[in-house]
Structure formats: C-alpha cells, structure tokens
C-alpha cells in the first residue's frame, strides 16, 4: 500500500520545450546567421557576377540604335548579372516607341554577361490632325513626330488628336479611318491619302492620282470592289480624274 501511494506522489518528468534545447545553441546560431549575411553581401559584390558585357541584338535596318537600347536599359558596369530585375529592364526597353517587344537573356561564362533582343514595329500609316503629323504603326502606336515613311497611306484626321510618341491613338473617328484604309488594302487598293470630305464622306487618292469618292464608307469594302472593274471598262484611253462610288448602282467618272 505504501509503495502506491509513493507512486502517486512522485512528479512526472516533463519534456523539455524546443526553446529550452535550443537555447544552449543560441551563440552558434547568430554566428551563422552573420557569417550568412556577410557572405550574401559579398556574393553581391563579388567580381565574379560583375556583369561584363552587355549585347544587343537588333533587326536588319531598325530604326531603334543598338546605343539606345543599351542606354535606355541602364545596365550599371558594376551590376551583379544575377541580381538585375529583367522584368524593369524590359519595360525601359518596349517604352521605346518603335519597339515592339525586348527579352533579356542572362549568363555567366565565360563572363557576366547581358544580351537584349529587339522587335521594332513598322510604319503602316501617317496621320496628320491639326497642325500635327505622325507615323503610326498597324496597332496605332504612334512611333515619332512627321511622316517618317512617305510610301504609306496619309490619313486625314481632320481636327482630332493624337498623343506623344509611344502613345496609342484612341480617337475613334481616327480609329474608323485607319479601319478604312484596312478595307482598302484588303480591296488591293494602295491610296496615297484618306480623309473625309466636306459633308463628312469618305475620300481617298490612290498611287495613280485618281481621286476616289467612297461617301458613306458603311459599305466600303463593296464600293472598293467596283473600282477596278469601271477602270478596267474605260481603259486607257482618257486620263481619269476621279471615280464616284457613292451610288454605286451608278458608279460616275471625271476625266482630266
């Protein structure tokens, strides 16, 4: 009886918490966690990651430099190649406004080194509005002030406006314009300018110099259509002037 109630009496020997077994190693741990720090900081600095050579590849004839996609990157001499935020490299490059799209490629041997890539947007239209002329691209990004490529369509765009390079138009009377002379081009037209007439019709010139008279441009691409079969039925016998397509059930001619 007595060697029961001597059991029930005695404590129980209680585990002892993780920071009790730690605690002894608490001196060991902050030097490992300095000495870890010091060597991060020295990784970050060390010559061996020192970026070296910073490359840019860019297309045939770009307008865009290769100096100026390695300027505009800011790459600094002394970056650690590893550390470098491509994503913000990126986006200093595409801000550029005739690029289209930049990678960033990273390596080490047989030095750091850096290549940028480019894909530069061409020019598809110029578009004059007010005392302003730009050049635009097929996604209507404006790529630099004046009319950079005299082969393509000058659109007319009246009083609208247009922003700064690297800006998109969003004008929508712009927009429906450039739709426009879209539906020309898949006609097989080639126009040298497109704008709107006084009564707010649709009016273009093409190459040849023939000014054509689409009016309600709601169907252009059938209005197009007649364009070459009434050149075709005149032939070239007399110089033309101008077709008008705006009835056209009864398409019309000017001759010069």
């Known amino acids: 009886m007595k060697s029961d109630a001597r059991s029930r009496t005695l404590p129980r020997r209680r585990k002892p918490s993780l920071a009790a077994r730690v605690k002894p190693f608490w001196i060991l741990m902050l030097v490992l966690l300095v000495l870890v720090a010091v060597g991060g900081a020295w990784l970050a600095r060390s010559p061996w990651f020192r970026v070296a050579r910073v490359g840019v590849d860019v297309p045939l004839e770009s307008p865009v430099s ?5 300027a505009v990157a800011a790459i600094a001499p ?3 190649v590893w550390l470098l935020n491509g994503g913000a490299i990126r986006g200093r490059i595409e801000a550029i406004p005739y ?3 930049a990678s960033v490629h990273r390596g080490q041997f047989p030095q750091p080194f850096v290549e940028l890539t480019i894909a530069v947007r061409r020019p598809t239209a110029c578009v004059r509005a007010g005392l302003r002329e730009v050049t635009i691209d ?5 790529l630099q002030a004046g ?7 000058r659109i007319d765009a009246g009083a609208a406006t247009v922003p700064l390079p690297g800006g998109t138009i969003a004008d929508p009377d712009v927009g429906r314009l450039l739709g426009d002379a879209r539906t020309l081009a898949d006609a097989n037209l080639a126009v040298r300018s497109l704008g709107r007439d006084r009564f707010g019709g649709l009016e273009a010139v093409d190459v040849t110099g023939v000014t054509l008279k689409f009016g309600d441009d709601a169907d252009l691409a059938k209005k197009a259509a007649l364009v070459e079969p009434v050149r075709a039925g005149i032939g070239t016998k007399r110089p033309i002037r101008a077709i008008d397509l ?9 001759f010069r």
């Open 138 to 142: 097929a996604a209507s990004r404006v």
């Open 147 to 153: 009319c950079a490529a005299p082969a393509v369509a």
């Open 66 to 70: 290769r100096e100026r996609v390695r």
């Open 78 to 80: 002394d970056a650690n």
């Open 246 to 254: 705006r009835s056209p059930g009864t398409p019309t001619v000017e």
């Open 99 to 101: 690029v289209d799209r």
